[in-house]
């Protein structure tokens, strides 16, 4: 399913796609803010561009959290 799918279905996240654009133009920032400080609160162990890559961005995340907080779905669930 298409994040445009999961957004414009009210039924998964259970909140309007309105409430879904206020939460990613008011969380968002704060949540990158504090991953970029979480991120430079370390030393580095590697370098720059190695490790793992995110695979979902901010927006993805936010949509798993509210439909598993919604129905209670498991990762499994969730990865497809």
């Known amino acids: 399913m298409t994040r445009t799918a999961i957004i414009s279905d009210r039924r998964i996240t259970g909140l309007s796609a309105a409430v879904i654009a206020e939460l990613v133009?008011?969380?968002?920032?704060?949540w990158h803010e504090r991953h970029q400080a979480r991120l430079a609160s370390r030393p580095r162990k590697r370098a720059v561009g190695a490790g793992a890559k995110h695979r979902?961005?901010?927006?993805?995340?936010?949509?798993?959290?509210?439909?598993?907080?919604?129905?209670?779905?498991?990762?499994d669930v969730l990865a497809c």
């Open 25 to 30: 133009a008011g969380v968002g920032p704060l």
């Open 56 to 75: 979902l961005v901010f927006v993805d995340r936010l949509l798993a959290t509210l439909v598993h907080l919604r129905h209670g779905v498991t990762h």
